[in-house]
DNA sequence: CACAAGCAGATTGTCGACAATCTAACAAGA
DNA sequence: TCTTGTTAGATTGTCGACAATCTGCTTGTG
């Protein structure tokens, strides 16, 4: 008998799919950082009612993405320059230890699916589809995760894919400007299909340190324009849109 | 003006503590991995409508100790020896790190902190109460997590230690024999106000091992039992009144 | 006896309405 | 002017009921 590989049925419920579209919408920079989220508003044009509105929101506020004051609103997290840090220094640590546990493992498989999204992210990059060019840029970095056997890490890291989605794209909109060189990623492949693993844990921490450098410049501007309102104080109320 | 530290306002609404009360259930075994939550029971023995209720699960789904399929039902997770060895995998990492933001960062409060959480867990075993030792414990090993000032990291851990709690319950559970010697943790702490961080780092992994062979042995053991009737415990409850 | 179709009960998902709480504007008094 | 009390409006939290879906049993057929 053949051994068919059947992708789970979809989740066949509002609440998922509320998820997604909330989530889509606060990745890519639409709902921005501390920007209210209305329940009735929303409700109305989604053309559900608020319960699994609601529950989205739950699950969104656990996954870090939103955050809850009870009886004042749910609220896009606020994103300062000592947040993009820590999640960069902890998802430096992440990718040294999913580089050792995935090394072993390496097979044919690893080799074509890395390529595979090492030309997405290529694909994305001409066609200047900024969104989607950050989305499988990420999606290539999680494949050392994805593949350490490891269900812990690989939870770990989505919900920090997350923020630095969030992160890149809030840098992207912010600085109108083209994305960086096609071949950015090329030394990163090279090294994860290589044998010297501690150079491929080497450049991991240095190609990120990159564009790290880059997102901590956008977020420390944030930070001083938002002096005049929101900030590290948590009573500030953001105004709605 | 004195300078008061109000303490946060206690969250006043009825998820909350739900919330509360359904993680304490879940990570002290009273619910035991793989039982079903019935909605409407669990309502009405709270006496509280299912719509917070439900919120307060979709919750606990994201912290990772719950898991849900659409229309069938959510459950206490299963617990698996490899979920364990990821668990503390991970966590001999993150503990690394930690104990190396956490180094630079170490004054006096923190010395009296850590005095403070030992103190705690040596009174819980002198009490003999297993529950809250473990739940002691786990304090005082986050103890670092949270001095490490990288709030990522401290969710992180939080995460992980959630599910930690559970394991170490339920091995409690499984064996109800006496818990660890009073002084287990005394190097631990001594180290950690030494001056040798690579020790303490070296010290935090094998400390950690010790517990681990322990908790791997018993998830062996749930998987042998588990093979032939995995899954929801349907003990009809008397219907009391 | 094996097996598929269909029905009944239980459970989850969703809805609309009501209650509790917060915010902001306004008036009264020192 | 500043503070305090009050009120109206808007928003969140909670409830009870209905709809959609699953599960197990029964029934009929070969």
Chains 1, 2 share one sequence.
Request: charged residues 30%.
């Amino acid at each position: 008998m053949a051994k068919l590989d059947f992708s789970p049925i979809a989740d066949t419920t509002r609440r998922a799919e509320i998820v997604a579209l909330l989530r889509r919408a606060i990745l890519t920079g639409q709902l921005e950082p501390g920007q209210k989220l209305n329940e009735l508003r929303i409700s109305e044009q989604m053309r559900v009612s608020r319960a699994p509105l609601r529950e989205a929101m739950r699950e969104l506020v656990q996954e870090g993405i939103l955050t809850s004051i009870p009886y004042a609103g749910t609220f896009v997290i606020d994103v300062t320059a000592k947040d993009i840090d820590d999640a960069y220094s902890l998802n430096k640590v992440l990718d040294e230890f999913a580089i050792e546990r995935t090394w072993p493992l390496r097979d044919q498989r690893f080799f074509d699916e890395i390529d595979r999204r090492h030309a997405a992210v290529k694909q994305a990059t001409r066609e200047l589809d900024t969104t989607r060019q950050i989305e499988t840029a990420l999606q290539l970095h999680g494949l050392i995760h994805e593949w350490a056997d490891n269900s812990v890490l690989l939870e770990t890291w989505q919900r920090l894919a997350s923020r630095l989605q969030m992160y890149f794209a809030l840098h992207q909109r912010a600085r109108n400007e083209p994305v960086p060189a096609e071949d950015a990623h090329e030394t990163y492949v090279q090294l994860l299909q290589g044998s010297d693993m501690r150079a491929a844990q080497r450049h991991a921490k240095e190609h990120i340190d990159l564009d790290f450098e880059e997102l901590l410049a956008y977020a420390r501007g944030l930070e001083e324009r938002g002096s005049k309102g929101a900030g590290a104080d948590r009573s500030g109320r953001p105004e709605g849109g």
